[in-house]
């Protein structure tokens, strides 16, 4: 109970604390790299209209092909777009707060549960693939926040969850070969 239940819900209240700190007091440093416009109104609306739903947008977007992408991207700009058209106000934060906590203890959970098995992480090659594979689990898991606190779509947020959760899993293929663990060294016979 404690390794599951206690211990994860303690340690989602921390990461409360920790973005209540890191996002919320003054001087705001988390936004120091973020640009502005001079009237952000209007360049909101404008968006709105130039973006047919919600969801994620690449410009210049791979689906027109990789001639007209070059052509593209030579010319500049290039643009990550995240747009949500359904409204959200304060009233909403209650919910997002509820999924935040949500999300937090379940990355607590997948973590505690590596740490339970770290121990046996490294006696066999699968062993040391699958912890490598439980880091990028965790990893994958951490990257669906995106769609919590920054409303980026589900559908780019599962496919960037599914690319980390590939890369650790190859990772661990390949190193699991490498990395092994030392024989322990056995006494002589008297």
């Known amino acids: 109970m404690k390794k599951f239940i206690l211990g994860p819900a303690l340690a989602a209240l921390a990461t409360f604390i920790l973005g209540f700190i890191y996002w919320g007091l003054p001087p705001h440093l988390a936004y120091k790299g973020l640009g502005s416009v001079p009237d952000v109104s209007a360049t909101a609306l404008a968006v709105g209209r130039l973006f047919p739903t ?57 973590l505690s549960c590596i740490l339970c098995g770290l121990e046996k992480s490294f006696e066999c090659w699968t062993c040391r693939v699958k912890f490598c594979a439980a880091i990028g689990l965790l990893v994958a898991t951490c990257d669906l926040g995106a769609v919590i606190w920054w409303h980026h779509s589900l559908a780019w947020t599962l496919a960037q969850s599914c690319y980390d959760f590939a890369v650790y899993v190859v990772i661990g293929l390949v190193l699991a070969k490498f990395v092994t663990p030392k024989v322990p060294a056995t006494a002589p016979a008297a």
């Open 54 to 110: 919600s969801g994620a947008y690449l410009l210049p977007s791979p689906l027109d092909g990789e001639t007209k992408m070059n052509e593209l991207a030579a010319r500049g700009p290039s643009v990550e777009v995240h747009i949500t058209k359904e409204p959200f106000t304060g009233a909403d934060m209650g919910k997002v707060m509820a999924l935040g906590f949500l999300h937090m203890f379940v990355l607590s959970v997948l």
